[in-house]
């Protein structure tokens, strides 16, 4: 009796222990779409973490390790070229995205880091299209990523003068997470060129009050002082180019555009000293022409003097 209450309890141990375990066995088919491995999915996991936070390291290193496991892999292509992106190597990331964005294109990440590509290589038509998938594919809740992906469709109309349609697209950003600052400078910049002074200069400087972006920001400035030549402010305008420089020396289109200023205040050897230092920043010839024109100007001015 002891004998076969004991095979019972064996029995049942197995059924407990035994079983489950092969119900939850590794089964290939489960991860079919992550090519059939359980490994490549937990690597795309992190590398899709890694992108969404911006480590692009990680995220490349992740790739090439998906790509070491299956050199077939599409989400291993497609991290890859996320990575590439992060180093600024856009031309060579480009064909890795495109090769997953045809298999693999549920994944914005890849659209996202193309469209980055194709910003910095002056494609805007393509990027517009690429970041219009990105704002499709982003869950609502992320409400953060979401308005980031819109302030880039809007930069890539303001790029291709659709100045209106970049606005609307800046409001919808600007509703939906206000903590985004970017969108103040991109709409300002659309109220910029539509000639709406005062609204380009409220979303300006909203946006230098609240970026730590120190580029950005005195970049930003160069665009107020030049609204402030456009009205005839020259001393606000040389407020602002000032202003810019103490954030930035390098920043070359403050140096061209306080020369300007200074010019049109017959302040002719400042503007000349000014052209001088421009001068060393500028490297494309027709660039460097009109800056020598604009020094032809002053030292005419001289003369008269």
Request: contains cysteine; glycine residues 4%.
């Amino acid at each position: 009796m002891r004998i076969k209450i004991y095979i019972a309890v064996v029995a049942l141990a197995l059924q407990v222990f035994i079983f489950p375990i092969s119900v939850s066995a590794y089964n290939p088919d489960s991860y079919k779409d992550y090519c059939g491995s359980r490994y490549i999915y937990d690597l795309v996991q992190e590398a899709k973490t890694a992108c969404d936070e911006w480590e692009y390291k990680q995220c490349l290193k992740k790739g090439y390790r998906i790509l070491e496991a299956d050199s077939s892999c599409e989400y291993g292509y497609g991290f890859v070229g996320c990575g590439l992106q992060g180093k600024k190597k856009y031309k060579e990331a480009l064909p890795y995205l495109s090769r997953a964005i045809r298999r693999k294109n549920n994944f914005y990440e890849f659209y996202m880091c193309r469209g980055l590509c194709y910003i910095e290589l002056g494609k805007f038509e393509v990027a517009l299209s690429d970041f219009s998938e990105v704002v499709k594919k982003i869950p609502n809740e992320k409400k953060e990523k979401l308005a980031w992906a819109i302030c880039q469709v809007a930069y890539c109309k303001n790029a291709l003068l659709r100045f209106d349609e970049a606005i609307t697209d800046l409001n919808k950003a600007i509703k939906m997470y206000p903590e985004h600052f970017f969108s103040y400078k991109e709409r300002g910049y659309a109220y910029d060129h539509k000639g709406n002074y005062t609204k380009a200069m409220e979303d300006y400087n909203y946006y230098i009050s609240k970026s730590d972006d120190k580029e950005k920001v005195a970049s930003t400035m160069v665009s107020m002082g030049v609204i402030e030549i456009t009205l005839k402010k020259y001393d606000e305008a040389l407020h602002y180019f000032n202003e810019t420089l103490k954030k930035n020396k390098d920043e070359r289109y403050a140096y061209w555009n306080r020369a300007v200023t200074y010019q049109l205040m017959k302040k002719y050897d400042n503007s000349l000293s000014d052209l001088n230092t421009a001068l060393k920043y500028y490297t494309d010839s027709s660039e460097i022409s009109r800056i020598y024109n604009i020094m032809g100007e002053d030292k005419m001015g001289l003369k008269k003097f």
